[in-house]
């Protein structure tokens, strides 16, 4: 019966017929699931759960494609080889490039008052502010918060940005203006920290999450990081705290969240741990 279910998937996703319901959360979780089959060396399932993932979506991202590339090549199955190198081809075609082109100025503004100078003038002016016992320099402690005033001021006008790109084209996809063009918009977004609890951009987000148009991992990490500034607890534990013991039924919990949106869960990814800094490796 397997069987049978796999040539009918495998002629459907390459015969042209349109079936998609654009189920995305349903299409990543059928990623992870190749993935971690692929992590396990089950071989045999694995074009089996990667094409159910491909024929759910009218869009697969490029990094599914070429994880399917690679796949094809070591199961020697040349119909989906063709399939992914097509398809990646013509993403690429279909990327608006002035769109792009104006997104990556702004990430460029994004970072450029994320740099040392700006963190040290936001460390210099949060102690005249906040340490009674700080003996500041009265020319530095004006420009520290000149340049503070300017980070504040960029960040304003980035999202406003965003917003108006999305009032007029829809979310920022990675078919509309490339996956590290797609990233930017959302490390802008992560940095809308104003957006307390996620009062302003959350039904967007849920959006285009639901769309495909946000990866998983960012969604969690805007949604989690503005929770964090509103005083309240992460949703789906995207920012690591090893620190912070969980319970078993917090990591159920959290489990059951990422699930729903379609990450992997949490003894599935890595925590590394550095000198000033700690990352998720997925």
């Not at 005249?128 to 000149?146: A, G, M, P, V, W």
């Not at 590290?180 to 849920?206: A, F, W």
């Not at 159920?252 to 550095?274: A, Q, S, T, V």
Request: hydrophobic share 35%; proline share 2%; charged share 30%.
């Amino acid at each position: 019966m397997k069987n049978k279910l796999f040539i009918l998937l495998s002629g459907l996703l390459f015969s042209g017929v349109v079936l998609s319901q654009n189920d995305y959360i349903r299409y990543y979780q059928l990623i992870n699931k190749v993935q971690q089959n692929r992590e396990k060396k089950l071989n045999d399932s694995l074009t089996f759960y990667l094409k159910q993932a491909f024929e759910l979506v009218d869009y697969i991202h490029i990094k599914n494609l070429e994880l399917g590339k690679r796949i094809a090549r070591n199961q020697k199955d040349l119909e989906l080889l063709n399939f992914c190198k097509d398809e990646i081809r013509k993403s690429k075609e279909n990327i608006n490039l002035n769109l792009k082109a104006q997104l990556d100025s702004v990430g460029k503004e994004d970072q450029r008052v994320r740099s040392k100078k700006y963190y040290n003038a936001q460390n210099y002016y949060r102690k005249c502010l906040f340490d009674s016992t700080f003996n500041y320099k009265e020319k530095k402690r004006s420009r520290s918060k000149q340049l503070m005033e300017e980070w504040w001021r960029v960040d304003s006008s980035n999202v406003e940005f965003i917003k108006n790109v999305i009032s007029k084209f829809g979310y920022p996809s990675e078919k509309l203006v490339s996956e590290e063009t797609n990233d930017k918009v959302s490390i802008i977004l992560l940095h809308y920290d104003k957006d307390v609890s996620n009062l302003i951009m959350g039904e967007r987000l849920e959006i285009a999450l639901k769309e495909g148009k946000i990866k998983p991992r960012m969604y969690a990490w805007i949604i989690d990081r503005h929770l964090l500034n509103g005083g309240k607890k992460q949703k789906y534990q995207s920012i690591p705290t090893p620190w912070v013991n969980t319970t078993e039924s917090q990591r159920m919990e959290y489990n059951k969240n990422r699930f729903l949106i379609g990450l992997k869960p949490l003894d599935e990814i890595k925590i590394i741990i550095g000198k000033n800094s700690v990352k998720v490796k997925y």
